[in-house]
């Protein structure tokens, strides 16, 4: 899941000071599996503004919204008018909500509530920890399961680095050394010798190194295609 | 001969090798690294000058490579991957073999939490491993690691670090393998306290047959003083001083004086180890005691090759 943690209202506060009728606008998956900024959020986060805006005098009106997926279209289309008739949106999604209202709305002005930090997942109730980079190059089936590129402070191909003692990572006594977690689990399953293997110099470019990346899917698309080539598919397929 | 260096010399001709190491200053004081290498001068055979180490911002390793060779020594170049990208590395290994550099040693390079820029992006493109591999291929193959040409290749003796006191320690001897078959040539380890795990990890690389394959220099740093050894314990990841050291330290009436009796000990019990073939003498911050040092531990003068 996508990690993510509310702003300090004070900053929150501050972005949306000069619009008139604000939107909260929630998202219901990742973001509220993180207590961010689901619908129970929304309504918090809310309840917040309003109570900030009458302690320092500040008429604004404060509106609720929360949606499945905010980065999908057909959910946020549901919303539509209460979209438009906002003076601003506040997003408590990940950083793709706000950007897929921008996408489709070009005349909302759209505010992040929230700061996306990380892909992770919630190790215990309220511990969450990042397992992801999304470098589009996976090399789980090298490291035993265990990502080097984000459990490793230099994700390190080759680890682990000179600063591993006791299972932790020279940068933090809180962090667990990546290459210790690879090592005892290839270890216990008997496949120590993979880092034997001098691993090579990582094609970075299918991670964010590349540019700014999207993903095509031929078989997914709908086509489009002009009425009389649909048809002569139809005769081909008649004959 | 691999770069011909007067380091690569030495050991090629069986002589215990000494290396010692300079902290370029942080300014462009020509005049601070000139007067350092006067205390390196007869007493090395080789001078590591670090690159921007505990990533703190310093005069180049390049630069003061360049500065030191004016004064008639001879540089290793430490190369680190936290600042440059595959792109700048290839570049500043040519830049540094054009101007007479021929030994270097490749390290990932502390972390930038540890150093003065906290903020900085760090690079990581590739690792320690894969700069050997790299450094070892633009020597001997003549190729860049997109396999182009190198019509005019460079020529260094390389080095790496290996760490026998990091965890899992089981996997240590290994890493040297690794970090051997990546392609270095020589090995300046971690400074050493703990003596028995030391002899520990040389006699599993004696197993291996790893002391056949690659010079080692054990690493030497002199203690200041008790609370300093303390601090390292705290602080540095990867070094461990063990409790007696620490409490010969405390007792002595000269503690500073203690600290270089001690290394001039580990020097002499260095000697004694099978597959140790020389030292690499690093006292931060404490550079004018390395000729005191080198004398003591009977290593003066050093060879003329």
Redesign the interface.
């Known amino acids: 899941m996508i990690v993510g943690e509310q702003k300090p209202i004070e900053e929150i506060s501050k972005m949306i000071a000069e619009y008139k009728t604000v939107l909260v606008m929630g998202c219901n998956t990742c973001i509220a599996v993180c207590h961010a900024g689901g619908e129970k959020e929304v309504g918090i986060l809310a309840s917040a503004l309003r109570i900030k805006n009458k302690v320092e005098g500040r008429e604004q009106n404060i509106e609720e919204a929360s949606m499945e997926r905010q980065c999908e279209r057909e959910f946020v289309d549901e919303l539509a008018d209460k979209i438009k008739e906002a003076d601003c949106v506040l997003s408590l999604a990940c950083g793709v909500g706000p950007q897929t209202i921008v996408e489709f709305y070009p005349d909302t002005i759209v505010l992040p509530g929230i700061n996306t930090t990380f892909y992770g997942m919630p190790k215990e109730q309220g511990f969450f920890v990042e397992f992801c980079g999304g470098c589009g190059n996976c090399v789980l089936d090298m490291t035993a399961g265990i990502c080097p590129i984000v459990r490793c402070?230099?994700?390190?191909?080759?680890?682990?680095?000179?600063?591993?003692?006791?299972?932790?990572?020279?940068?933090?006594k809180d962090i667990d050394?990546g290459w210790?977690l690879i090592?005892?689990r290839l270890k216990a399953q008997g496949k120590?010798d993979f880092?034997?293997e001098?691993?090579?110099?990582?094609d970075?470019s299918p991670a964010r190194h590349g540019g700014p990346r999207k993903m095509v899917r031929e078989d997914l698309k709908i086509d489009e295609k002009p009425e009389d080539e649909i048809e002569g598919i139809t005769k081909e397929g008649e004959k | 001969m691999k770069a011909g260096s007067n380091l690569e010399k030495v050991l090629e001709a069986g002589k215990f090798a000494v290396t010692s190491e300079l902290g370029p200053p942080k300014s462009a004081d020509a005049e601070n690294i000139k007067k350092k290498a006067q205390y390196m001068k007869g007493n090395a055979d080789a001078v590591n000058l670090t690159d921007n180490q505990t990533s703190i911002v310093r005069l180049s390793s390049i630069a003061a490579a360049q500065l030191i060779m004016n004064e008639g020594l001879e540089p290793v170049m430490q190369m680190v991957v936290r600042d440059r990208n595959r792109i700048a590395l290839q570049s500043d290994i040519l830049g540094a073999s054009a101007l007479g550099i021929k030994n270097m040693l490749c390290l990932s390079g502390d972390h930038q939490t540890f150093g003065n820029h906290p903020q900085a992006k760090n690079v990581f493109d590739i690792d320690s491993m894969q700069l050997i591999q790299m450094v070892k291929n633009m020597r001997d193959e003549k190729k860049f690691l997109n396999g182009d040409e190198i019509k005019v290749e460079p020529r260094m003796f390389i080095g790496a670090a290996v760490n026998p006191f990091a965890d899992p320690f089981d996997y240590r001897v290994k890493r040297l393998a690794k970090k051997i078959k990546a392609g270095c040539d020589f090995i300046q380890t971690q400074v050493i306290y703990d003596m028995e795990k030391f002899e520990k990890f040389m006699a599993e690389a004696r197993k291996e047959g790893l002391t056949e394959q690659v010079y080692i220099l054990g690493g030497i740093t002199p203690l200041k003083s008790a609370k300093a050894a303390k601090a390292i314990n705290k602080f540095v990841s990867g070094i461990t001083i063990p409790q007696a050291i620490i409490d010969r330290m405390a007792k002595a009436e000269d503690q500073k004086a203690e600290g270089i009796n001690q290394a001039v000990e580990t020097i002499e019990h260095l000697k004694t180890i099978e597959g140790i073939k020389g030292v690499h003498v690093m006292a931060i911050a404490w550079e004018s005691k390395v000729p005191e040092i080198v004398d003591r531990a009977g290593l003066l003068p050093r060879p003329k090759m």
Do not use: F, T
């Open positions: 402070s230099k994700s390190m191909l080759n680890g682990p680095c000179g600063g591993s003692q006791e299972g932790r990572c020279e940068v933090n050394c210790q090592h005892d120590l880092m034997d001098i691993l090579p110099p990582k970075w």
